[in-house]
């Protein structure tokens, strides 16, 4: 499993407990982790970076590709929202090498942009896509999640 933009780790570290001792989470950020799980590996860099990139290639192939990232907020709702969107992009663009053919892809991204437009993209490039917002999201938040299931790759 890979975590892009993963600090401080929560998700990091549920996603260890559910891949078991035997699986591997990738996880990857900007800033430290509080924690690694034994069976998670951490980079600390920006997933822009190509040498960063070549460091969870090697890890992959993934399974799941879970990426909660979020730029720096200006307050600008406008570029916050731009931005957010880039990121969403990027993670889908990284299935392209890094996801397995039936592989699954959770996005984290600002509503009040091109959340439906990458929609449709995640449709076209997996078997089910569709936006959540968990019941946990407080309801002034304006983040949602775009959910690819069963990647086409192709
Ligand atoms: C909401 S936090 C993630 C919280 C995390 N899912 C957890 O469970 O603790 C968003 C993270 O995205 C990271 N981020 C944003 N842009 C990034 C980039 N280009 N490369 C790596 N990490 C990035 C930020 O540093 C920040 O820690």
Redesign the pocket.
């Known amino acids: 499993m890979l975590d892009?933009?993963?600090?401080?780790?929560?998700?990091?570290q549920f996603s260890a407990s559910r891949v078991g001792p035997h699986g591997l989470v990738v996880a990857?950020?900007?800033?430290p982790m509080s924690s690694r799980p034994e069976n998670a590996i951490v980079y600390t860099?920006?997933?822009?970076e190509p040498d960063v990139l070549q460091s969870i290639a090697s890890h992959g192939p993934y399974n799941v590709l879970l990426s909660?990232?979020?730029?720096a907020t200006t307050g600008n709702r406008s570029l916050d929202t731009t931005r957010s969107a880039a990121?969403a992009e990027h993670a889908l663009y990284l299935c392209g090498t890094m996801l397995c053919e039936g592989g699954h892809l959770v996005v984290k991204i600002f509503q009040g942009g091109e959340e439906q437009n990458l929609l449709k993209e995640f449709r076209r490039q997996f078997r089910t896509g569709r936006l959540f917002k968990p019941k946990a999201c407080r309801a002034e938040s304006f983040e949602t999640y775009l959910i690819g299931l069963d990647y086409r790759n192709s």
């Open positions: 892009l933009g993963a600090a401080p780790g929560s998700w990091t990857v950020d900007l800033s860099g920006d997933f822009y909660d990232a979020a730029p990121i």
